[in-house]
């Protein structure tokens, strides 16, 4: 290797070393949060999803709650009529979920955002903390919103518990959000929005159809009966106090677990999986 | 100063990067060549920790770049234009990259600034042209005011008037003390713009050496003369104990006179001339000739020319490449 000869446009000598005048302190997960919070409110298909989960949610709640008489809410939560739009509603947060991650997977903007914050690991917590915070409590206003106008609407039909306020306001929020999680978490190792969205589909609707059809067979009895009870949509039926099938009684907190833990073992596979691969 | 180590890439069977060890000095252009599929992203991802080295080693001022705390504040890089999020403004895209970084947001506007996008801060990056996206990943690389900076194949997609402004912007930051990495596959470019120079081919390390160096080894220097009484002058040139080759179109070219020489030569016996030129080979023939042997994709024309048997054939198009794919 020989020196290099010095060109004409440069007027300053050489090896003077350039520091950035910008001072150089150590940055934290609070910083990763203030980046994902820009992401997260700065692209549209976050007002969009959110928009419509609240669309659903709240109007198609009102419109039940208009509907059915007093007699219905003598025995059951005023929370109910917002469980019909969150059946739908999930499927809002569960893309936005997906989104959040392999969107930038999708236009490239994961290398900057991993060129700016080599840890990694930070990165994705960050996602999923932000996601979190943003989807349970846009669905606890939601939620809430419906249990109030019903609350409001049919003031004679006796009173709905605390506990059931929480489990419909809270639980059914937490169900939601944690859904939206493991998409987060599925679109981290899946990287791909289409794949990720049909994967999360599959989690969502599958065991609410193939359980009842495994029902046939007498030997599969008991998956059958498995997937019945804590399938999603008779899992947030559960937490609203009336679940369609199976587990009479319950008050899905037994589902409420079981998906926080499959969330958990999901997202230890995605930052298990991120350091892993390139990008 | 960024320092390589034993540098290796492989997908599958397929090595993209052998055995990679170079220097990267601060207060100059370095330019880094190689044709297409030489291993130049490959290289360049690794230096920035985006992709695992399948063995080697990359460090930036002595450190990993996964231990470096605020990574922007040392290193930029415009490796894809187009990394970004098309649906967030200019301004937001850099936004949250600053706020990751710690630097302040005013950054923001005046690396906009900079880069000319200023007006277009607002406005999505969907929109934005190949050179404007450009300017962006730019404006991305300058956000933390870094000592290094990065650029793969930056005046790719650029107008002329944009190709003439990120020169000497790569100048004026190399002027003031920083390290420049510039990736090219063309050494035109690089003869304007870099003060070293390192090539690769098919991964490996082909030179690494000043660009004035480069020119004075690579570049060939002769006289063409051409003469109605070409056989003559021929005889008299070699006579005179230099070295004559008649080429094809009825010229002769001198390899070890200057024109001078060969002017007083052909006056001294009166022959009549009807060129005598001093001739430069291109450094892009120079670099064609380095690299010929590991180009990775060859145009097949039924010209002869194009296979030369004194090189080890390259592998044909696809051949290679799809273990690749399957990897990456």
Not at chain 1, 191 to 203: D, E, K, N
Not at chain 1, 228 to 248: Q, V
Not at chain 2, 142 to 164: A, S
Not at chain 2, 194 to 207: C, E, F, N, S, Y
């Amino acid at each position: 290797m020989t020196a290099p000869t010095p060109t004409p446009y440069q007027q300053q000598p050489m090896g003077g070393g350039y520091t950035s005048p910008i001072p150089v302190r150590s940055t934290h997960l609070g910083h990763a949060l203030a980046s994902e919070w820009t992401k997260i409110r700065t692209v549209r298909s976050t007002i969009w999803t959110i928009g419509v989960m609240f669309v659903l949610v709240v109007g198609i709640g009102l419109l039940v709650a208009v509907q059915v008489d007093d007699r219905e809410f003598v025995d059951a939560p005023f929370t109910i009529p917002a469980l019909f739009g969150l059946l739908l509603g999930q499927i809002c947060i569960i893309t936005l979920g997906v989104l959040v991650v392999s969107s930038e997977y999708g236009t490239g903007m994961i290398r900057t955002t991993f060129t700016a914050s080599p840890q990694r690991w930070r990165v994705l917590a960050a996602k999923m903390i932000v996601f979190f915070a943003v989807s349970f409590s846009a669905l606890v206003v939601a939620i809430g919103l419906v249990g109030a106008a019903t609350a409001g609407i049919h003031s004679d039909a006796g009173s709905t518990s605390g506990g059931d306020w929480a489990r419909g306001v809270l639980g059914g929020a937490l169900y939601v959000s944690l859904l939206g999680l493991l998409a987060v978490a599925v679109g981290s190792m899946l990287r791909h929005s289409a794949g990720a969205i049909t994967a999360m589909l599959g989690v969502v609707l599958l065991p609410s159809i193939i359980g009842p059809i495994m029902g046939i067979s007498q030997s599969l009895q008991a998956i059958s009966d498995k997937l019945i009870e804590y399938n999603a949509p008779n899992s947030l039926s559960a937490l609203f106090s009336i679940p369609m099938s199976g587990d009479e009684g319950g008050n899905g907190m037994k589902q409420l677990a079981l998906l926080a833990v499959v969330t958990a073992a999901a997202m230890a596979g995605s930052f298990a999986l991120l350091n892993k691969r390139d990008v | 100063m960024i320092e390589l180590e034993g540098l290796t890439k492989r997908y599958g069977d397929k090595t993209a990067v052998d055995q990679l060890s170079f220097q990267v000095r601060p207060g100059m252009v370095t330019g880094f060549l190689g044709p297409n599929g030489a291993g130049k992203s490959t290289t360049m991802r690794m230096m920035i920790g985006l992709d695992n080295p399948t063995g080697g080693s990359v460090r930036i001022d002595g450190k990993h770049y996964r231990d470096l705390a605020e990574p922007l504040k040392y290193i930029g890089a415009l490796l894809d234009a187009k990394a970004m999020h098309g649906g967030r403004s200019a301004y937001n895209n850099l936004l949250c990259l600053a706020q990751s970084n710690r630097i302040p947001t005013s950054r923001v506007s005046e690396v906009l600034d900079t880069v000319g996008l200023a007006p277009v801060a607002k406005k999505k990056s969907k929109g934005f042209s190949l050179g404007m996206g450009q300017r962006l990943g730019i404006a991305s690389a300058l956000l933390g005011n870094p000592e290094i900076l990065m650029f793969d194949e930056p005046v790719n997609g650029l107008d002329p008037e944009g190709i003439h402004w990120i020169r000497n912007l790569m100048k004026r930051l190399a002027s003031e003390g920083r390290t420049i990495f510039v990736s090219s596959h063309l050494m035109s470019e690089m003869a304007l713009t870099a003060d070293h120079l390192i090539v690769i081919g098919q991964g490996k390390l082909l030179a690494d050496t000043s660009m004035a160096d480069f020119i004075q080894q690579n570049s060939r220097s002769y006289v063409r003369l051409r003469s109605p009484q070409q056989e003559r002058l021929r005889d008299i040139i070699t006579e005179a104990g230099i070295t004559a080759v008649s080429v094809g179109d009825g010229s002769i070219e001198v390899d070890s006179a200057t024109s001078e020489q060969l002017g007083e030569l052909a006056a001294g016996h009166q022959i009549v001339l009807h060129e005598l030129s001093p001739q430069r080979a291109s450094l892009e023939e120079a670099f064609m000739q380095m690299t010929a042997g590991s180009v990775e994709y060859h145009a097949h024309s039924d010209d002869s020319e194009a296979a030369d048997p004194g090189l080890p054939p390259a592998p044909r198009w696809g051949q290679g490449s799809t273990k690749k794919n399957k990897g990456a």
